[in-house]
């Protein structure tokens, strides 16, 4: 009976899973609305409306007199895959007719709407990208929001994702070649872009030694004209990291001009013997550069295309530099919370607990660092965008391993060690005076207490179910330990339920708290072989779902 009960709601899950995955086809589109057109004019006001899909995906953005502005682009769908707290954000970038960043908006998301709306408030945050490029916008280092750091993390990376992954050169799409290698590094064998700095390609001999680099300067130069069209340049890398030579490749410019600059020797030795570093800081005109005589403007051009190259690959590698020392912030912070849940395993499944002293310095702890700090409690809204979008194995693993133990604790060993050790409210609960309590409740008072978590858990399911906009983190206080970002329902809610545990043993837990009644719906106990009134509310929570599956 307890497999069956814990079946329930695993089917639970997987329907609701299933039927968010239909709805979203169902709803979302590559195409951006025209209604999106409200979010746009307080970044471009001269745009009146939205016209055809131009190049990169979007949508043009036109004046009054249908005279095109710019274009506008979303992160949806592709950046999807990249969930904060509870679920993705999809991000509205507007862009110039030069192509440059004018500014991002949240066109919707699936994410906890605190943390989105701290996201919303953080002006900062927003206009990290403004006055960039398109690649430049792709490798931009962009800092995170205090009290969001998931939630603003996945749309920064799903920001990255939807312009590097897609908004790669439409001038010089093709990769690099053999012959292209050769004409550098005439032993060349095998070429392979590097997977972290796309514009990098690695070479190697037939015994696989590594021979150098070549670095594209496309699509970083992709903008720079020089007499009526850009160029792709190749710039080759030796082992030392010093440039060992310039071939110019594709061209719409002019081509006698073109290709007076390949036969141009000594122009394109100019640059041998720098670093990357050396070249992305060289002024031309001080160093003496005045191109290649009949053909000044394409030279120029080549030359401060292979300038904003090393400046964007200079950039990429302090991107990355920034992600690993995010990558290790994470790992920090995912220790951390890792270490407190097994500090709570030990607690609560040994001898331990009866020690008051370490009980008392563990609840401080769990307060201050998983609720005040971290902000890592479970919550029917985090579980509920889980079961949605899937689980943000990365970026929350120690949030991911925290629910977890929570659900597989209560399933064998009968411990509910979450609620009862390692929630923070439940800790806060636990630290407040007891003179107040009530010793025995009026039963006409508990009959009403005790509908209070069905009601809840009746209202998350067609919420969830439904699609419907209704924010599930307004049904319980734990937002409230993000300061920064609460709104008044979850701090009434919070308040409400600890002034009640003033008087109530643990009143919020034992009659407010829906998380706290699936944790216990699947613990094991001595009742466990027997049907209970929550294993038919979970069975009518299973039809509910069955039926708005098939009907919906």
Known sequence: MHALRVGLLAAIVMLLHAHHERWSLRASSTTIPDEAIALVQPLLPAATRLGEVEPHGGRQLLDAGG?????????????????????????????????????????????????????RRHAKFLKSWNGRSWNEAAQAEVDGVAGATLTSLAVAQSLRRRLGGEGGSLKFPEPLTLADARSLFPATAAVERDAALPALWRLRDAAGRELGWILHTSPAADEIVGYQGPSEARIGIGPDGAIVGVVVGKSFDNEPYVGYVRDDEYFRNLFNKKSL??????DLREAGVEGVSGATMTSMAVAQGLVRAAQEQAAALERRQADEAASLASIRRNGGTLLVVGLGLALGLTSWRSDKRLRRAYQLL???????????????AMFVGWAQSGIPWTGALGLVVLSAAAFAVPIMTKH??????????GAVQQLLPRRWLIQRVPRRLLVVLRMIRPLLLAWVLLVAFGEWSFSL??????????????????????????????????????????????????????RSDRLTRADAFAAMGLALGLAMFWFG
Do not use: K, M
């Open 277 to 282: 570093e050396q070249l992305a800081t060289l």
């Open 416 to 425: 509910n060690i979450y609620c009862s050790h390692i929630c923070p409210h």
């Open 473 to 526: 983190v307004d049904l319980e206080p734990f937002d409230a330990y993000l300061w920064r970002a609460a709104a008044w329902p979850t701090c009434a809610v919070a308040v409400v339920g600890l002034a009640a545990s003033l008087f109530l043993p643990l009143g919020y837990c034992r009659y407010g708290c829906p998380t706290g009644a699936v944790l216990g719906y699947v613990r094991r106990h001595t």
């Open 366 to 380: 769990v307060i201050v660092y998983l609720g005040f700090i971290n902000g890592d409690l479970l919550s029917l």
């Open 67 to 119: 005279r095109p502005l710019g274009f506008v682009v979303q992160t949806s769908p592709s950046g999807d895959r990249f969930l904060g707290f509870s679920g993705p954000t999809n991000l509205l970038i507007v862009f110039d007719e030069a192509e440059r960043v004018v500014g991002a908006a949240i066109a919707s998301s699936r994410d906890t709407r605190d943390h989105v709306e701290l996201i």
